[in-house]
């Protein structure tokens, strides 16, 4: 088969930023990354010749490791008091101050944390993976699809929540009766061959759950699935249960979004495995930065760079005391700040470059982590992990993966908010009022929340005086007319990160990183020749 | 009553109680996935308050983000309405998800409040023709 530029633009347009499947589920099409070779190995570094990485998040981080161990000498400046970038874990006794001045102290019991940013990494995430095991980082499953979570619509059935399990069964039980009448009627205009309808026929009723004569109905076949109402064991009975109706099914799936953005637990980007790393995700660039002893120089401001033709150089302010001006410069420079703050620094670079940065927007993400007493969403429900979606404006819960089925108090994500109206609603709140809102609606679905809540986190990304949004919006018309530009080395002076990577997750972040080290070595030692 | 005066009767009750029930005390965080207020003030606070500040004045981290109060920058109608429906920068567009009335109300309410004194104000009809032309026509 050979696929023209035309049905690669198609499927650009179909997984491209802009389109439903979350902050980073999108894969940027048109962006090419090569795939992961395994750990780096780059000979014939020049003896001094010196590298600048901006920003330590995974891509900064990954650039000044892989810079290090190649033998250049490497010095990173983040703005920030902490490593990590987005990757990034509150805590107990954490203070968080966001853009417009409100301060939060994290509250949250020894144990607890959040991960405002990212939480989940896939198992085709190759890079990260593998420098989770080389640095010992431990990682447990991340759950994403639970038959347990709910399906909430204030419109369907009274409000009255109902189980994943329920809603997912009867909407595939209903579709393989229509597909199976359909069959026995001739109504496909696809025809098929005999001997596969010999094969499709017993393959939609097991799928579905239909009976000996293919309908979905109330019964042993259906329960299969869904799970009876009752056992007894005293007159050995079973009473199957009711199915809900194909209409509540619909409507329920339209307006908590069962199978649109990221809710589809059939997207690539969110099938299992996913993995999360045991105790928060700043495992991960703690663990890199364990091994960058003297390398890292935090509350760095960088404000401005200049180039000529062998050094950049960086003029930073030391946030510890404002107002100061300092100066680092070196060879070549990696930077890796978002492109939401690169297009307000002054930097001495081309047009081209200048406009791929002006060119990319930002998105904005919401996350309200809320602590309560107990793990009530366990111990009453049976939920451990996963998601409840509804049509309230927190739109998703989501229950932890680490610490199941332990004592509380325990943290769940009141709110997860991508894109979309409220995100943005919630982000002009103040951080009270987003946990006072999310503990609101969310008693909606969990009653539990009146007693039980303690205290709360909410992180808004648009708010976050780091990364000022979630992170960048390319479009395949955006990647046709700037991505090569953003990407090639301007003078001595080169990007990487998420900004500028093939899709948007860490993995994306660190692949840049790599295959921005990499191309700057070459074009080093190719010069020294 | 006659029969047409008791169907417009009943029609306008029906109405009466559908705007009753559709109607939410508060626009902003009402509906999951539009933005549903009208008024330049609600959609001031469900939108841009959350980079520009309740205050209008802004905000400064590693970037920022310009203040709206007392901006000359808004001295024409028409440039903060460009900006509204195209983005700017790191700013979403946010085109396709207001209409040019919200957008109107929206670039009004700014410019007559935040220390800044503009009468003259901008038109939905004014705000459709800055909208990015697709296929020769207007957008919507
Ligand atoms: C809400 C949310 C959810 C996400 N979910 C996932 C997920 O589940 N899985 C996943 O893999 N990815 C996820 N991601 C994406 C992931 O976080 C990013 O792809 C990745 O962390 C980006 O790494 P980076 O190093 O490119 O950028 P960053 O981590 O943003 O690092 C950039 C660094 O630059 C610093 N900086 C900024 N300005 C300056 C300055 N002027 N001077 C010096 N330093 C500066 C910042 O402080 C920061 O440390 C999510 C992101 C968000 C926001």
Redesign the interface.
């Given at each position: 088969m050979t696929i023209r530029r035309r049905d690669l633009l198609a499927l650009a347009g179909l997984l491209g930023a802009g389109s439903v499947l979350g902050p980073t589920g999108a894969v940027r099409a048109g962006m090419t990354t090569p795939p992961y070779r395994g750990p780096m190995k780059l000979d014939g570094a020049p003896k001094k010749t010196s590298v600048l990485v901006l920003g330590a998040g995974l891509a900064g981080l990954t650039a000044a490791y892989e810079l290090r161990n190649a033998g250049y000498q490497v010095q990173l400046l983040e703005y920030n008091n902490r490593i990590g970038g987005r990757s990034w874990t509150l805590r107990g006794g954490d203070v968080y101050t966001e853009l417009g001045g409100e301060k939060q102290i994290c509250e949250f019991a020894p144990g607890v944390y959040m991960n405002p940013g990212p939480w989940r990494i896939s198992h085709t995430h190759k890079a990260i993976l593998d420098y989770c095991k080389r640095f010992g980082v431990a990682l447990e499953p991340f759950v994403q699809l639970n038959y347990a979570g709910y399906v909430h619509s204030r419109n369907v059935l009274g409000g009255k929540p109902q189980r994943y399990a329920h809603v997912a069964a009867d909407f595939q039980g209903y579709l393989a009766e229509m597909m199976t009448a359909a069959l026995s009627k001739g109504g496909l205009d696809q025809p098929l061959a005999p001997e596969h309808l010999a094969l499709l026929k017993p393959m939609l009723a097991s799928w579905g759950g239909l009976d000996g004569s293919g309908r979905y109905v109330t019964g042993a076949s259906s329960s299969r699935l869904r799970g009876p109402e009752s056992i007894s064991f005293e007159d050995a009975s079973i009473t199957y249960s009711q199915l809900l109706k194909f209409a509540d099914v619909l409507q329920l799936g339209e307006d908590a979004a069962m199978w649109r953005g990221a809710n589809h637990p059939g997207l690539a980007s969110f099938q299992t495995t996913l993995f999360q790393p045991v105790g928060g995700m700043d495992m991960i660039p703690k663990a890199f930065a364990s091994r960058l002893p003297g390398v890292i120089r935090t509350n760095a401001r960088v404000l401005s760079m200049t180039q000529d033709e062998s050094r950049v150089t960086v003029t930073y302010e030391d946030v510890s005391r404002p107002g100061s001006s300092l100066q680092a410069s070196a060879n070549w420079c990696i930077c890796t700040i978002p492109l939401s703050i690169l297009g307000q620094l002054e930097l001495r670079i081309g047009a081209p470059m200048k406009a791929a940065i002006d060119a990319i927007s930002y998105s904005s993400e919401t996350k309200i982590g809320l602590q309560f007493r107990r793990r009530f969403w366990e111990e009453d429900e049976g939920i451990f992990g996963g998601f409840s979606i509804t049509d309230l404006p927190i739109r998703q819960i989501f229950y932890p993966s680490g610490g199941l089925n332990t004592p509380g108090p325990g943290l769940l994500y009141g709110a997860v908010l991508h894109r979309g109206p409220p995100t943005y609603e919630f982000t002009g709140m103040t951080p009270a009022e987003r946990v006072r809102r999310a503990v609101e609606y969310g008693a909606q679905i969990h009653p539990q929340y009146h007693k039980e809540f303690q205290n709360g986190m909410a992180v808004a990304w648009h708010r976050n005086p780091y990364t000022m949004g979630c992170n960048a919006q390319w479009t395949p018309d955006l990647i046709r007319k700037h991505h090569a530009n953003a990407r090639a080395i301007d003078g001595r002076f080169v990007l990487a990160g998420e900004g500028v990577s093939g899709h948007g997750w860490q993995d994306g972040a660190i692949m840049s990183a790599l295959e921005v080290v990499e191309r700057l070595h070459r074009r080093i030692v190719a010069a020294v020749r | 009553m006659s029969r047409a005066a008791w169907v417009a009767a009943i029609a306008a009750l029906a109405a009466q109680i559908a705007g009753a029930e559709e109607a939410p005390a508060d626009p902003?965080?009402?509906?999951?996935?539009?933005?549903i207020a009208r008024n330049g003030g609600d959609l001031y606070?469900?939108?841009?308050?959350?980079?520009h500040?309740?205050d209008a004045k802004g905000?400064?981290?590693?970037?920022?983000?310009p203040a709206l109060a007392s901006n000359p920058n808004l001295q024409s109608p028409l440039y903060p309405a460009v900006i509204v429906v195209n983005?700017l920068?790191?700013?979403?567009?946010f085109g396709d998800?207001l209409d040019d009335e919200q957008i109107a109300a929206v670039v009004n309410y700014v410019r007559g409040n935040f220390g800044n004194r503009y009468t003259d104000t901008v038109s939905a009809a004014e705000v459709n023709a800055v909208r990015p032309a697709t296929d020769g026509e207007q957008s919507r």
């Open positions: - | 902003v965080l009402a509906h999951p996935s539009k933005f606070r469900a939108i841009c308050q959350g980079c500040m309740a905000a400064r981290g590693a970037a920022a983000y983005g920068k790191a700013m979403p567009a998800v």
